[in-house]
């Protein structure tokens, strides 16, 4: 099944939740998509402030172990 198929009940469905649930929070699929965007967005940048910043890559690695 194409990505571009799958609606907001589908989603609803698979989260087990009514499709009216769904719909009382987001309009259709697109607006459900744009919400976790800025959602995984947000995570990311909030993972990226509290790594330390290396001065080269070696150090990065060295950093790791």
Sequence with gaps: R???D???SDVARAAGVASSSAYHFYADIDELLVSL????????????QVIP????QKAAIRGLQ
């Design 37 to 48: 965007q800025a959602e995984v967005q947000r995570e990311l940048v909030g993972v990226l």
């Design 6 to 8: 799958i609606t907001l």
């Design 2 to 4: 194409a990505v571009d």
């Design 53 to 56: 910043i290396y001065p080269d």
